[in-house]
């Protein structure tokens, strides 16, 4: 049986993106979960350059970034594809994936890290990429049609971190108002058995990130 380890952390979107495309795959893998304030060797052994989980192991094999892995773990495990066959569809599963890692995502964070004066536009920003994200779904039930895929995974962050955030700080980015299609994405997503079994407890992710939120940062 192939040797597969995972070096990942509980509240890390990138990492459970990794664990949920091994349980869509069915690959048996053993998970280590990182102190990111206090690094292991192992971890600085396997990815020196980043520091950063997840960090996958297969067969002496080491590979860091999420969608590098992801990748890899769609080639090498054929059951259940992540990525579509047809190379136009693949190649816009990847554009897409890339669109929430280069501008979804840090508009986001920019909201947070952004000063007062600053942050209406900040916002402004946050919306116009969110939208062009929710055309892209247009009437799908997922971003990979009826089922879960690439596109999918990697918007974990918005189906289920972004709500956890939201509710830590009592701010509304998201809400079926402005994004009635997202939001349909995000229930449809939150009750897939795949992607319940692999988010971090609710709870748990709240009160971390209540104290490193500030509350002020979110209104507008």
């Known amino acids: 049986m192939a040797e597969v380890k995972l070096l990942g952390a509980w509240g890390s979107p990138f990492s459970r993106r990794v664990e949920m495309a091994l349980k869509l795959k069915g690959v048996e893998?053993?998970?280590?979960?990182?102190?990111?304030?206090?690094?292991?060797p192992l971890l600085l052994k396997y990815n020196p350059i980043h520091k950063k989980v997840p960090v996958l192991l297969h067969n002496g094999k080491t590979m860091a970034e999420s969608l590098v892995i992801l990748e890899y773990i769609d080639e090498t495990w054929k059951s259940n594809?992540?990525?579509p066959e047809d190379p136009y569809d693949k190649a816009m599963a990847r554009f897409w994936a890339k669109f929430i890692d280069e501008k979804c995502m840090p508009a986001i964070w920019q909201i947070m890290l952004s000063k007062e004066n600053e942050r209406e536009?900040?916002?402004e920003?946050?919306?116009?990429?969110?939208?062009?994200?929710?055309?892209?779904?247009?009437?799908?039930k997922f971003f990979g049609g009826e089922t879960i895929g690439l596109?999918?995974?990697?918007?974990?962050?918005?189906?289920?971190?972004?709500g956890a955030a939201q509710e830590a700080t009592g701010m509304e980015l998201v809400n079926k108002e402005r994004f009635?299609?997202?939001c349909k994405w995000i229930d449809e997503y939150a009750n897939c058995s795949v992607v319940?079994?692999?988010?971090?407890?609710?709870?748990?992710?709240?009160?971390f990130l209540r104290p490193r939120l500030s509350a002020s940062s979110w209104k507008y």
């Open 81 to 83: 594809p992540i990525l």
């Open 196 to 207: 319940k079994e692999n988010l971090p407890p609710r709870d748990k992710l709240i009160a």
């Open 121 to 123: 536009k900040a916002i």
């Open 151 to 162: 596109v999918d995974i990697v918007a974990n962050f918005i189906g289920f971190w972004l």
């Open 180 to 182: 009635p299609v997202l």
């Open 29 to 40: 893998y053993e998970y280590i979960d990182e102190d990111l304030a206090n690094k292991s």
């Open 125 to 140: 920003e946050a919306i116009q990429h969110l939208k062009t994200l929710e055309n892209e779904l247009k009437d799908k």
